[in-house]
T-cell receptor, first 119, second 114 residues
Framework: DTGVSQDPRHKITKRGQNVTFRCDPISEHNRLYWYRQTLGQGPEFLTYFQNEAQLEKSRLLSDRFSAERPKGSFSTLEIQRTEQGDSAMYLC?????????????????FGNGTRLTVT | AQSVAQPEDQVNVAEGNPLTVKCTYSVSGNPYLFWYVQYPNRGLQFLLKYITGDNLVKGSYGFEAEFNKSQTSFHLKKPSALVSDSALYFCAVRDEPGGFKTIFGAGTRLFVKA
C-alpha cells in the first residue's frame, strides 16, 4: 500500500489560466474521488469514478471543471479559466471495491492534496 | 440526500479528561458513518467506521464512537484525552440511495490543554 499520490503539491497560477492536477490512487482501489477543501472547512465533494466511469458530479461544480480517469487508474482534474474563488486545497481519495456492503463500508484513503492559489 | 452536522466548531478539554465530539446525520437509507482526523499540515486519515449492529465501535488511537439510531447521532469519544489528540475531526456519511459518494461535516477543532 503505497498510498494515494497527488501532483503537484502546490500550484500558483494567474487568473484566467488553466491548471491540471494528477492523482494516483492505491492500485487495488477501483473508486476515486475528488474533493475541494478551504481553510478550516470540511471537504466538499466534487466528483467520483468507479473504474473509468464518472458516476457523479456535484451540481455545485461549474463547467470549467472537468475530470477524467481514462484507464481506470490515475485521474486528472482540470480547471479552465481559473478564478480567485478556485483557490483551495484539492484532495483526491480512493476506496476499495468488492461486495456492495463492503464497498459502502470501505473508508476513503486521502492523498496530501494539491494547494491551488489563483492570483 | 444525505447530510451530516457537527454542531460544535471547537471543543476544549484538559488532558486526561474524557472528550466527546458530536455528529448527527440525515440519510434516506441505512447509514454508513465514518470519522476522519486531520492533523496540522497532514492529510485526512481514517479513524473509525460504524459497524452494523455495534452501537459502540472502536478505532485508532484509543478513539471510539457511539451510534444512536433514534437520535441519528454518531458521537466520537475518548476516555482520556492527550495533547497529541489536538486536531480537526470530521464526521462523514454515505447512504445507499446516494451511491458511494461520501459527504463530510464542517469539522470540529479539538484543543487538548496540558
Amino acid at each position: 500500500d503505497t498510498g494515494v499520490s497527488q501532483d503537484p503539491r502546490h500550484k500558483i497560477t494567474k487568473r484566467g489560466q488553466n491548471v491540471t492536477f494528477r492523482c494516483d490512487p492505491i492500485s487495488e482501489h477501483n473508486r476515486l474521488y475528488w474533493y475541494r477543501q478551504t481553510l478550516g472547512q470540511g471537504p466538499e465533494f466534487l466528483t467520483y469514478f468507479q473504474n473509468e466511469a464518472q458516476l457523479e458530479k456535484s451540481r455545485l461544480l461549474s463547467d470549467r471543471f472537468s475530470a477524467e480517469r481514462p484507464k481506470g487508474s490515475f485521474s486528472t482534474l482540470e480547471i479552465q479559466r481559473t478564478e480567485q474563488g478556485d483557490s483551495a486545497m484539492y484532495l483526491c481519495a480512493s476506496s476499495r471495491g468488492g461486495s456492495v456492503h463492503s464497498s459502502y463500508n470501505s473508508p476513503l484513503h486521502f492523498g496530501n492534496g494539491t494547494r491551488l492559489t489563483v492570483t | 440526500a444525505q447530510s451530516v452536522a457537527q454542531p460544535e466548531d471547537q471543543v476544549n478539554v484538559a488532558e486526561g479528561n474524557p472528550l466527546t465530539v458530536k455528529c448527527t446525520y440525515s440519510v434516506s437509507g441505512n447509514p454508513y458513518l465514518f470519522w476522519y482526523v486531520q492533523y496540522p499540515n497532514r492529510g485526512l486519515q481514517f479513524l473509525l467506521k460504524y459497524i452494523t449492529g455495534d452501537n459502540l465501535v472502536k478505532g485508532s488511537y484509543g478513539f471510539e464512537a457511539e451510534f444512536n439510531k433514534s437520535q441519528t447521532s454518531f458521537h466520537l469519544k475518548k476516555p482520556s484525552a492527550l495533547v497529541s489528540d489536538s486536531a480537526l475531526y470530521f464526521c462523514a456519511v454515505r447512504d445507499e440511495p446516494g451511491g458511494f459518494k461520501t459527504i463530510f461535516g464542517a469539522g470540529t477543532r479539538l484543543f487538548v490543554k496540558a
